[in-house]
């Protein structure tokens, strides 16, 4: 509000300056025009009556006798200088001040000699009266003259001019002091105009407002009697009044939906975020949920002089957001943006969302060191390639092991400290960063219920045997209650692992194990994205892509629909082809963060095979590679980096042409919406992760095409293509396969495309990051607490009772 004020008292004062200013220059302009009109016809009215007395005496006295008639002629000072020409221009007398004459304009001289017509003009030239001192040098002020000559004429001949010099600066300071005057008249009204604007801003404004505000907040929170408060807001009333009414028809809403959500519950239809918030709700009764991650879902950042708050783009804040809104319960995670710490209380703690909050998120500072170790160290230099068969050496170095567990057990204080007053807390850990943490919270609070989610995959034991600390890290995961993967198979590498490294017992009939007393149930739960049910139902069918045309002619017949497509040449335009400068092209589509488990140079090299198998692709399609910059502190994600540029480089020097290039990279982070438009527009996009543990780009590209369009081409070796059986499963490493599945995919028949779209999108839909996150929740609320749970419940509550 305070910038409003100073944006609307600036505001005034630039108005009423430009128009005081405006009519100021007007007035000075039309008393300017006036004086000198008058100073001329003065003038003009003395060199008329002079005019036959001056020609009178040039015909019969002597020039002699010239300068004395002038002079008697003249006879008080400000009477007008005058001085008397022939008719070459010479000066044959004078009277008065005539030293502006010194530089006469020729033109004043020139017409009445040679037209005899009058003419006159206002000259500036030092005056008399304007000698200063400045150091050593003189110098004079400059004045402003009126200069008018007459003709002399003897009959109808000319014989002369006479000449008449007039001071007029008293015009120009008349004109200064009207600007003077109006200069203190303006300060006068800035002045009591801003002292009313910000009274009545004041009083009958910011007040009404805040009122209003105050209702609005308390209304929204369900407060039934401040609806009849509406009535002092004097002219606010009518929107008081609309507010109410669309306040009542929102809380209205707002239960349907839960109604629907709960309907839904029984009928098991699509998951959505009330369904989702509801079906946790109920199952956590008087619970709280704790969620730890290294990412925060809120993220406080400067950038240049503004703050701002970002949302970074991820399924997890989808899927847990709902239920912790549901339950007011607490998100823990680094706080990893420059501007955090300025937006925590005492604790550490900020309300979340920031325009409405609902639940809390704590932040957990970490020092420069800590996280160097911990995170881009122990994490991903280690844990990650050590995960991932994309072969990259691991890196395990005991500094960075030591910083692993320092984390670990600072996240673990802040959970416990955040649990304190809880009964029955359910934690959900997220991923590879806090594979000690199950454990250590297991053992200082029995009653938790927790579960760990693993977002890689789980290597084979011989595998993961590479890691020094491997006994330490499955032993800090047994403590979870449930431990989640995305796939079956890493569930099955997981239970190997334990089978070889510590000694538990397993049971592989219910995929448990049980050591030191402690069960750990081990589940699948395949991750998905978010799905809008709203938006899918809505879409309806925007029309069929085109096909290719240029190659040889292809004409396929769809079995399941019975129907014939051949290739046209016409290619759907739209705003981004525009954008890109590819209209007439086939957009292909890759989406990944910069990393090297993502294929993303195998891919490069699937699209340069096909260029060179089918050169009738050539200035037919553009391969489009969104990636985003990550980890680049890291030797070989920097190297990474350095070998995708040398191949877009490469590629596009072999075969672009001076309107069209085969590959545009896109090195940055896109929002959400931008990277919607490129699935949107893609006909084809081509996942060829080397290893994945799930893989969203091929859901989120999936979920984006409600035209039911597109093909996906996808590794074998993510986890998504155990779910995704109708999109094109490839072997990454094989580039001839991947090019003729690029082309296949450009290929395929309508029918065939809308077939498989359908399917994917049903997979998508039915499985998606709402259900995800209700099958891992209900399986841990629903763990039977084991005897230590039950022992530390009794002695709190004796502890209380004392």
């Known amino acids: 509000m305070q910038f409003f004020r100073l944006r609307l008292v600036a505001a005034l004062l630039a108005g009423i300056t430009l128009i005081s200013v405006g009519s100021t220059y007007f007035d000075v302009l039309s008393h300017k025009h006036a004086l000198r009109g008058d100073l001329a016809r003065r003038t003009q009215w003395f060199g008329a009556g002079l005019q036959p007395l001056i020609e009178q005496q040039l015909l019969i006295s002597p020039p002699e006798n010239l300068p004395r008639v002038l002079q008697h002629f003249r006879q008080y000072p400000d009477q007008p200088s005058l001085a008397v020409y022939d008719t070459s221009g010479t000066l044959l007398a004078s009277t008065g001040d005539i030293s502006p004459l010194s530089s006469l304009p020729t033109a004043l001289l020139k017409r009445p000699l040679t037209e005899g017509k ?22 004079q002020s400059i004045r402003l003259w009126y200069e008018a000559a007459i003709p002399l004429h003897d009959g109808q001949r000319t014989i002369g001019a006479l000449v008449m010099v007039t001071d007029a600066e008293y015009i120009r300071q008349e004109g200064v002091g009207v600007w003077r005057r109006s200069f203190f008249r303006v300060a006068a009204m800035v002045v009591l105009v801003v002292v009313v604007t ?120 989808t899927a847990i957001e709902p239920v912790l809104q549901a339950c007011d319960g607490t998100w823990i995670a680094h706080g990893s943006g420059n501007e955090d710490a300025n937006f925590v209380d005492a604790h550490d703690r900020l309300r979340v969302p920031p325009d409405d909050p609902r639940y809390t998120l704590r932040r957990v500072w970490l020092s420069p060191e800590e996280e160097a170790g911990y995170y881009e160290g122990f994490a991903n230099e280690g844990l990650w390639p050590l995960c991932h068969i994309a072969h990259t050496r691991p890196i395990f170095r005991a500094s960075d092991w030591s910083y692993y567990q320092q984390v670990n057990a600072k996240f673990a204080e802040v959970l416990l400290e955040e649990m304190r007053d809880t009964k029955h807390p359910v934690v959900f850990v997220q991923d590879y960063h806090f594979a000690l943490l199950p454990k250590m919270i297991k053992e200082a609070r029995p009653d938790a219920r927790v579960a760990i989610f693993w977002h890689i995959p789980w290597p084979n034991a011989e595998a993961f045997g590479i890691c020094p600390w491997q006994s330490e890290l499955i032993d800090g995961l047994l403590g979870a209650d449930i431990l989640g993967f995305h796939i079956q198979s890493h569930c099955n590498n997981f239970l190997e692992t334990v089978d070889r490294v510590l000694e538990a017992r397993t049971d592989w009939e219910h995929f448990s194990i049980r050591r030191g007393g402690h069960l750990s149930l081990v589940r699948p739960f395949p991750i998905s994205v978010a799905w809008d049910e709203h938006i899918a139902e809505n879409s309806g069918y925007r029309g069929v892509r085109p096909g290719f045309a240029g190659g040889p002619a292809i004409v396929r017949a769809s079995a399941q629909l019975g129907e014939e497509d051949s290739r046209t040449t016409d290619i759907t335009h739209t ?202 929740l209900t399986d841990l609320c629903s763990v039977r607490l084991e005897d230590e749970a039950s022992k530390y419940i009794s002695d709190q509550s004796r502890r209380k009772l004392a």
């Not at 009058?118 to 110098?139: E, I, L, R, Y």
Request: proline content about 4%; glycine content about 6%; overall charge neutral.
């Open 575 to 776: 705003p981004l082809h525009r954008e890109l400068g590819i209209e007439g092209m086939h957009l292909l589509l890759g989406v990944d963060r910069m990393d090297y488990t993502k294929g993303i140079v195998e891919r490069l090299l699937a699209v340069e095979y096909l260029l060179e198998e089918h050169p009738w692709y050539l200035e037919k399609i553009v391969f489009v590679q969104i990636a985003a910059p990550s980890r680049t502190r890291i030797p070989s994600y920097a190297g990474l980096r350095t070998q995708v540029q040398d191949t877009v480089e490469r590629i596009n020097r072999r075969f672009q042409t001076s309107q069209w290039k085969p590959v545009i990279l896109i090195e940055r982070q896109c929002s959400h919406e931008e990277v919607g438009r490129y699935y949107n527009a893609a006909e084809v996009c081509v996942v060829t992760s080397l290893h994945d543990g799930m893989n969203l780009v091929a859901k989120e590209y999936l979920a984006a095409r409600t035209d039911c369009d597109g093909v996906l081409i996808l590794s074998r070796f993510t986890g998504a293509a155990q779910e995704l059986r109708d999109a094109l499963v490839v072997n990454p490493y094989d580039i001839e396969q991947v090019g003729e599945a690029i082309r296949t995919g450009l290929e395929m028949s309508t029918g065939e495309r809308l077939l498989r779209m359908e399917r994917l999108r049903h997979q998508v839909k039915e499985h998606n990051v709402y259900r995800w996150a209700s099958n891992v």
């Open 118 to 139: 009058a003419s006159d003009a206002f000259v500036k030239f030092p005056g008399p009266q304007g000698v200063v001192k400045s150091g050593n040098q003189p110098s």
């Open 198 to 317: 910000l009274f009545m801003v004041r009083w009958f404004l910011l007040q009404p407002l805040t009122r209003a505000a105050e209702w609005l907040r308390r209304l929204r929170q369900g407060d039934a009697e401040v609806k009849d408060g509406a009535k002092e807001f004097g002219f606010l009333l009518p929107l008081a009044n609309e507010v109410s009414s669309l306040a009542e028809k929102l809380t209205h809403a707002r239960a349907a939906a839960e109604a629907e959500a709960r309907l839904r519950e029984a009928a098991e239809h699509v998951w959505t975020a009330d369904r989702l918030a509801v079906h946790v709700r109920e199952r956590l009764g008087k619970g709280k949920l704790f969620v730890v991650s290294n990412r925060e879902p809120y993220i406080h950042v400067r950038r240049n002089a503004e703050v701002s708050c970002i949302v970074p783009p991820s399924g997890l804040v």
